[in-house]
């Protein structure tokens, strides 16, 4: 098995659970007794922590080794899981559980891709496409979430808590799959001290602050997650259109098929000399769609704005990652991609404290043109900042 293939196959695995993990949540806790209140509260606690450890824990793989780091976060996450087994035992359990599982999801946040894009870069050397691999896994991930919404359904519903047990026993697959068969180049640093914490933290945001793209993509990710913050409105909205759960879940697999055609057909296109293009054009493809559905009142255009909006994703994400691991060397790459992530961590952690007290009181509407104008603010910032970096 090359490593693309055991990218695949852990990347595969990791989205199921993963997906599980956030689909099944909320109604399954609901269900236990856990007020949506204390749901809400502890996806904030999962979204703080993983803000305040993701560059702790970007530094600490690249010194010690990606390998271990997803190890560790692995596990951590996979006890958390079995941790939500006793939500019943009170709100505290539930926090907690939510915050664990932020700590170990910290760990394997840069470490995993780090990992694997080095394995497969090593491997296929001068013929290696970063196009082509991170377009192999969008797809691989994006038809792990149709199995898992395909299937969340059945298992929340029968298994109740335990369902977590079953997503707890996926990562841990995954992570002994990474342990038994990914290989990593031996970690050449040791005597680690602050001292080299803090140069290695330099390191990063001196990459960052050189590289005009990786620039662009801090305020373009961080804007990008506000349609996906205002997300928890999308159900209400379907039925308020006329449709019911049973088009969520249509809206839900559509968007994931529509995501996953349209990355197949970029796919086989030639690695570009600039990803910044594509990014620019599926911004203003996912404000098309937003505003789509900010003007309809028909659940059949509803459905169609959504699925524009998600195969314009399947542009967005696989060259937002190819620019990120692309752009970051070898030895400092887990320290980069944690500190990319940390602005959009801690924009959701914020995100989600602040909106809990108004967003019972927005309509749908004035949430998609929310979305509407993050988008377009988007594409402003993409050639604000690439004319500004054409005159320097």
Known sequence: MNSTSKSRLVLG??????????????????????????????????????ALFEI???????????????????????????????????????ITSFAVYGIGSSFIS?????????NAKSEEVSAFDSNKYFSIIEKTSVASYILASASVGF?????????????????????????????????????????????QAFSGLKYISKNHELKILLPVRMLNQIESILG???????KSLGGSD???????????????????????????????????????????????????SNVYFGLIGVWIMAGARGVFLPATQAIQHDSFPDDIRSTGLSMMNF???????????????????LSASHA????????LLSVLFVVFLKEKAHEN
């Open 343 to 361: 602005s959009v961590e801690a924009m959701i952690a914020i995100s989600y404290f602040v909106s809990s007290s108004w967003i019972d009181g």
């Open 155 to 199: 298992l929340s519903k029968w298994l109740g808590l335990k369902s977590f047990a079953v997503a707890g026993i996926i990562y841990l697959i995954s992570v002994l799959f990474v342990l038994v068969s990914v290989h990593e180049e031996q970690v050449k640093k040791s005597h680690k001290k602050i001292s080299e914490f803090m140069a």
């Open 13 to 50: 695995l990791r989205g199921y659970g993963a997906m599980l993990f956030s689909i099944a949540a909320s109604p399954v806790l609901y269900n236990a007794g856990v007020s949506f209140k204390t749901i809400s509260i502890g996806y904030g606690f999962l979204y703080v922590v993983l």
């Open 368 to 375: 998609w043109w929310i979305s509407v104008s993050a988008f």
């Open 246 to 296: 049973l088009w969520f879940s249509a809206l839900a697999t559509g968007s994931y098929l529509s995501r996953y055609a349209v990355n197949h057909y970029y796919s086989k296109k030639v690695k570009p000399t600039s990803f910044m293009p594509r990014i620019q054009a599926s911004l203003l493809v996912m404000g098309l769609g937003a505003s789509i559905c900010a003007v309809t």
């Open 110 to 118: 840069g470490a995993l891709s780090a990992l694997l894009y080095s």
């Open 56 to 94: 702790p824990t970007g530094i600490w793989a690249d010194l010690f080794g990606t390998k271990k780091s997803t190890i560790i976060g692995g596990l951590i996450q996979t006890f958390s899981l079995f941790l939500f087994l006793l939500s019943d035992k009170g709100p505290i359990v539930v």
């Open 232 to 238: 928890i409105l999308w159900l209400p909205w379907i």
